[in-house]
Protein backbone atom coordinates (compact mmCIF):
# COMPACT_ATOMS: atom_id res chain seq x y z
CA UNK A 1 0.00 0.00 0.00
CA UNK A 2 1.19 3.16 -1.08
CA UNK A 3 0.28 7.31 -0.17
CA UNK A 4 1.14 10.34 -1.01
CA UNK A 5 2.72 13.34 0.71
CA UNK A 6 0.74 16.28 1.21
CA UNK A 7 4.03 18.27 1.10
CA UNK A 8 6.30 16.76 -1.52
CA UNK A 9 3.37 15.11 -3.54
CA UNK A 10 5.61 12.33 -3.46
CA UNK A 11 4.32 8.19 -2.80
CA UNK A 12 5.75 6.60 -0.31
CA UNK A 13 5.31 3.78 1.60
CA UNK A 14 4.22 4.33 5.38
CA UNK A 15 5.56 2.29 8.31
CA UNK A 16 3.36 -0.65 9.09
CA UNK A 17 1.89 1.20 12.21
CA UNK A 18 1.18 4.53 9.92
CA UNK A 19 -0.52 1.95 7.70
CA UNK A 20 -2.90 0.69 10.00
CA UNK A 21 -4.10 4.29 10.65
CA UNK A 22 -4.55 5.02 6.87
CA UNK A 23 -6.82 2.37 6.60
CA UNK A 24 -8.91 3.82 9.27
CA UNK A 25 -8.61 7.50 7.71
CA UNK A 26 -8.36 7.60 4.32
CA UNK A 27 -8.82 10.79 4.05
CA UNK A 28 -6.19 12.55 6.40
CA UNK A 29 -3.17 14.05 5.12
CA UNK A 30 0.20 11.97 6.06
CA UNK A 31 4.12 13.01 5.50
CA UNK A 32 6.75 11.34 3.68
CA UNK A 33 9.41 10.04 6.55
CA UNK A 34 11.65 13.04 5.22
CA UNK A 35 8.98 16.25 5.67
CA UNK A 36 7.77 14.66 9.03
CA UNK A 37 11.42 14.65 10.40
CA UNK A 38 11.75 18.34 9.25
CA UNK A 39 8.51 19.68 10.23
CA UNK A 40 9.28 18.00 14.04
CA UNK A 41 12.55 19.32 13.78
CA UNK A 42 10.92 22.58 13.25
CA UNK A 43 8.58 22.30 15.97
CA UNK A 44 11.55 21.26 18.09
CA UNK A 45 13.18 24.48 17.72
CA UNK A 46 10.45 26.96 18.32
CA UNK A 47 9.49 24.57 21.18
CA UNK A 48 13.62 25.58 22.77
CA UNK A 49 13.11 28.98 21.40
CA UNK A 50 10.26 29.43 23.58
CA UNK A 51 12.12 27.51 26.21
CA UNK A 52 14.92 30.10 25.74
CA UNK A 53 12.59 33.20 26.25
CA UNK A 54 11.08 31.44 28.88
CA UNK A 55 14.10 31.24 31.34
CA UNK A 56 15.51 34.90 30.55
CA UNK A 57 11.98 36.50 32.20
CA UNK A 58 12.16 34.51 35.20
CA UNK A 59 14.49 36.22 37.99
CA UNK A 60 17.82 34.20 39.20
CA UNK A 61 17.42 32.56 42.59
CA UNK A 62 20.26 32.04 44.39
CA UNK A 63 20.91 28.63 46.27
CA UNK A 64 18.54 27.40 47.91
CA UNK A 65 19.11 27.73 52.14
CA UNK A 66 19.16 24.23 54.06
ZN1 LIG B 1 7.15 14.63 1.73
Known sequence: MKTKCVLCDRTFTPAPLQEKKLRKHPHRMFLCPECHQ?????????????DRRKTSCQSSSG????
Do not use: A, N, V
Not at 38 to 50: A, F, N, V, Y
Not at 63 to 66: D, E, K, L, R, V
Open 38 to 50: RISQQTLDRKSEM
Open 63 to 66: PQSG
